[in-house]
């Protein structure tokens, strides 16, 4: 039975760590994404430089990733990391653990609006095996208000690809096999969480605001925070205050676009993704135009 159990287990992984990422069309870009980023050295002299963005799916939805490189081919080296429902904290102890393995970047652009960056969310056994470091899945449990039932789940998570990506391949095999059945359980899944007050939104963004500078600093990464486009612009403009506040550098290029350049009023249809796209590489090539492309390695948008 032991010998069962272990041929079983066995297989799982090497289907989660070698077929998986060949049929699934997220897994292979996230696994792709995953070793361009911890591809990026220390700036080499006289080479491009390296602007590193990472998010959700904000960001995959609303950027067109191939244009903008292409569009800053020559200029910069654009690497995009994003991993759907991923939040503030699965993003501070990714990007400590990137920069603690070596991963350095010329700038790091976080993409996340209010409600993700003040989030105690996270996603959990996925983000401990492709972000979390062993130094940061205590730490991560912690902030997310893990328990220890939740937090042995994620340390197993971190070493075994097909326990971490369990509900990836379910997700994927309902999908395939069920669509109307997965849409349905996605629509009960996705309820908003009521926001508290401006005042305690506004606490809750200076604080973690704060200390991604803090992390940013430390290894010497200068960080921008982008805000993508919403329908109703008020708690991205907290979010905006907050940065402004904790001098956060900030790319805010377009606050608020109608209902017609959204798919689902969160995420931007192909029309808004455009209009971000562009004035996200106009800010880029703004920048480099005013610094120089051999004098600073800071490519914020302001």
Known sequence: MLLLVTFVFLNAEIMARVVFPRVSRIESRIRKDERETNSIGAAIAGSPLTVLIVGNSLLLRGLDYPKLRDDMAGQANVVRFGIENTEYIDWYYGLRHLFES??????????????????????????????????????????????????????????????A?????????????????????????????????????????????????????????????LIPPAVVRHNNDLLAFAASQQRVTLDYPIPSLGTQYFADGVHLNQRGATLFTESITKCLRTRLANEGVGDSIDLSIR
């Open 165 to 225: 990506s369990r509900a990836t391949i379910r997700n994927f095999v309902l999908n395939k096999t069920a669509p109307g059945y997965a849409e349905a359980m996605h629509t009960l899944a996705d309820v908003p969480i009521p926001f508290p007050p401006d005042e305690e939104l506004l606490a809750k963004a200076n604080e973690r605001l704060r200390e991604m500078q803090q992390l940013c600093d430390r290894y010497g990464v200068p960080l921008v925070l």
């Open 102 to 163: 070596g991963v350095h970047p010329s700038s790091v652009v976080l993409c996340l609006n209010l409600g993700q960056t003040v989030s105690t969310r996270t996603l959990g056994d996925y983000s401990a095996r492709h972000l979390f470091g062993r130094a940061e899945l205590l730490p991560a449990a912690h902030a997310a208000g893990m328990d220890a039932t939740r937090t042995s789940g994620l340390i197993l998570a971190h070493w075994s690809v097909f326990y």
